[in-house]
């Protein structure tokens, strides 16, 4: 992942790292360069020139021009700015409440299912009692599929197969979940190919009824710039605490890591790495712009 945003970047601060003759035209020049790594990664226009000028701010501000290793200062302010961008700190999620309920959003395919048996097996891994639900009411595999998961990691699924009503499913999951002492439950929700009006006021209905301590919006980062406008969408709507990206095993070019928390301004919590159950990591800004910077 990000192999090639790795290599332009490199390549763009070549000149600066190389200690060459430094004048304020070359760092202009890098910087351009630096601009255009970023939005061939699929960062949008408007993120890549808020973060360069800032680069290119400090940069001027720090003396570059005088500094005796230019190179490693400007890699600095790089690293420094791209962590900033991802949202700096990195940000757990809220399992207060008896039961915390985490709610999970998505599109169809964006990999909900599979992420929320991550989860499950995650908070299970914590010592604390889960109860994952199956919420999607329109694929009856999306049930079955929870199902394997759930045995995969140990946790009980609840799944109503003949209930056409996800609000009542969840109602009556989270009543369950108190009766059998549970301490957090994962409700995954339906998810359709494309953000539609009856889908965000089905999960809006989810919401209010079994009032979440936690909502993750889950989004398929091989999606570039639809990854970031569809959390837009689900946002406006949801109001969600944060974000999941999955499939960054793929060859995905990182825009959307790089570009969601600042056009959202919600924390990116986890990323998901592959198909198996352990392929699942907390998100560190600062892991993941050391990443970038190779
Ligand atoms: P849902 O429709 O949102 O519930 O999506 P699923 O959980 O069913 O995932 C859709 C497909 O993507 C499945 O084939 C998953 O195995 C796959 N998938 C999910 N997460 C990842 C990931 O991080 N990497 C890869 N390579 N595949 C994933």
Known sequence: MFENLSSKLNSAMRTLKGNGRITDVNVAA???????????ADVNYKVAKEITDRI????????ILISVEPGQLLVKI???????????QKQEINLKGDP???????LQGSGKTTFSGKLAQYIKKGGRQVLLVACDIYR?????QLKVLGEQVGVEVYAEPENK????????????ARKMGKKVVIVDTAGRLAVDEAMMNEIAAVKAAIK???ILFVVDSMTGQDAVNTAKTFNDRLDFDGVVLTKLDGDSRGGAALSIRQVVEKPIKFISTGE????LDQFYPDRMANRILG
């Open 30 to 40: 890098t910087v351009k360069e630096i601009r255009r790594a970023l939005m061939d």
């Open 56 to 63: 290119k701010e400090q940069a001027l501000g720090q003396k």
């Open 78 to 88: 790089v690293h420094e700015e791209l962590t900033q961008l991802m949202g700096g």
């Open 100 to 106: 915390s309920v985490v709610l999970i959003a998505g």
């Open 140 to 144: 009856p595999a999306a049930i079955d």
């Open 165 to 176: 009503n996800a609000v009542s499913i969840a109602e009556n999951a989270l009543s369950y």
């Open 212 to 214: 979440p301590t936690e």
């Open 276 to 279: 198996k159950m352990e392929a």
